[in-house]
Every structure is written in structure tokens, then in C-alpha cells.
T-cell receptor, first 112, second 113 residues
Framework: DQQVKQNSPSLSVQEGRISILNCDYT??????FLWYKKYPAEGPTFLIS?????DKNEDGRFTVFLNKSAKHLSLHIVPSQPGDSAVYFC???????????FGSGTQLTVLP | NAGVTQTPKFQVLKTGQSMTLQCAQD?????MSWYRQDPGMGLRLIHY???????DQGEVPNGYNVSRSTTEDFPLRLLSAAPSQTSVYFC????????????FGQGTRLTVV
């Protein structure tokens, strides 16, 4: 059973509009969450993170929101740009070894 | 800095062959991990290490061995390759402090025929 779920395999957004990517989790032991972006034939690259003690973290065009009671987090990209087209993975951290559990990813396509 | 370097980038194996995927990092990170990425399943943890001489199993460890003799290197060994091990493999490293991001290599695409 997947502990981190990204239920939308794909999302298309017009350039300049907002992209909202969603992620749900089931394990209450997760205490830190990250979003990674991945281009084809490359490794994932870190985008933004949030601690479980916060409900929002912002970095430029990227904002992550965490709703602990709903076990839900979302990534907002405003404004979306064609270069943002990539697969976005949500990941959750737990344990003293800080293991990552990943969602299955969402392919974002930003249309010019 | 090179970051996390994986070799080879591509590999084709026959069923039953063994091989080692190499991973090296130059950031003096204590934590290193191996993941595999399969279509529709995200990245799954194979093995991880919290420091030289210390390794442990992740979610999908069967068919793989690891060792960590130095801080820099964390090789992944396929003992007897099977078609089910066809995947893209990623190595990652991170600082040991709580709440830092992991840095990933570019991946090794492995096909077992």
C-alpha cells in the first residue's frame, strides 16, 4: 500500500496561470516533506520542502502547503512557465536515517 | 563539484549475469541511498547507508547487495540479474542533519534480457 500518493498522473496548465500539484499521505510518522522536479534522463532535483510543524513554505514562484489533519500537501507554482514542464515527485521523510518515501509523480505540462 | 556521480549510464545484462552499479559523491555526505524507478511507481528505496560500514535494507532489497567501505562510495551489486530488475536506478546522498534534501545522481538505465 502506497504511503504517499499522487493521484493525478498528469496536469496541463496554460503559461502564466497557476499550477497546483497534490499529494496525500497515510503515515503520521512523516515529519518532513519535499518536492522534487525531474526532467527526462536526469536525476530528481530538489525544489522545496516543508516541516510538519509548519503549514506553508514559500520560495519565489513555488509555495508548498501542508494540511496535517487531512494528511495532504500541495505545491503551487505561480506563474507557470514552459520550463516548469517536468515530472514532480512528492516525498516524505521519516525515521532517524531520514528515509524518503516517494509518490508516483505528476507530469506537469505548461503550454505556451 | 561533481555532486553525485553514477556509472554506467546505460547497461544491458543477460539474465543471470552479475554487475555492480557505481555511485560516488564528493560532498562528504554521511547518508547515501539507492532507489529504483519504475513506470507509475515513483522511486522505491533499495538499500541505504548512514555512514561508512553501516548499511540497511529499504523497501525492495531482494536481489541486491551493498557495502560502504568509504564515505564517498556506495556501490550496488546485482547478484544474478532478472528481467524484473529492468529499471532506472538512482543513487542519492544527503547530510546527516535532520531535514535536509537529498542530492541525486543522473541515473543508470538497466535492461535485463
Amino acid at each position: 500500500d502506497q504511503q504517499v500518493k499522487q493521484n493525478s498522473p498528469s496536469l496541463s496548465v496554460q503559461e502564466g496561470r497557476i499550477s497546483i500539484l497534490n499529494c496525500d499521505y497515510t503515515n503520521s510518522m512523516f515529519d518532513y516533506f519535499l518536492w522534487y522536479k525531474k526532467y527526462p534522463a536526469e536525476g530528481p532535483t530538489f525544489l522545496i520542502s516543508i516541516s510538519s510543524i509548519k503549514d506553508k513554505n514559500e520560495d519565489g514562484r513555488f509555495t508548498v502547503f501542508l494540511n496535517k489533519s487531512a494528511k495532504h500537501l500541495s505545491l503551487h507554482i505561480v506563474p507557470s512557465q514552459p520550463g516548469d514542464s517536468a515530472v514532480y515527485f512528492c516525498a516524505a521523510v521519516w525515521g532517524s536515517a531520514r528515509q524518503l518515501t516517494f509518490g508516483s509523480g505528476t507530469q506537469l505540462t505548461v503550454l505556451p | 563539484n561533481a555532486g553525485v556521480t553514477q556509472t554506467p549510464k546505460f547497461q544491458v545484462l543477460k539474465t543471470g549475469q552479475s554487475m555492480t552499479l557505481q555511485c560516488a559523491q564528493d560532498m562528504n555526505h554521511e547518508y547515501m541511498s539507492w532507489y529504483r524507478q519504475d513506470p507509475g511507481m515513483g522511486l522505491r528505496l533499495i538499500h541505504y547507508s548512514v555512514g561508512a560500514g553501516i548499511t540497511d535494507q529499504g523497501e525492495v532489497p531482494n536481489g541486491y547487495n551493498v557495502s560502504r567501505s568509504t564515505t564517498e562510495d556506495f556501490p550496488l551489486r546485482l547478484l544474478s540479474a532478472a528481467p524484473s530488475q529492468t529499471s532506472v536506478y538512482f543513487c542519492a546522498s544527503s547530510y546527516s542533519q535532520v531535514n535536509t534534501e537529498a542530492f541525486f545522481g543522473q541515473g543508470t538505465r538497466l535492461t535485463v534480457v
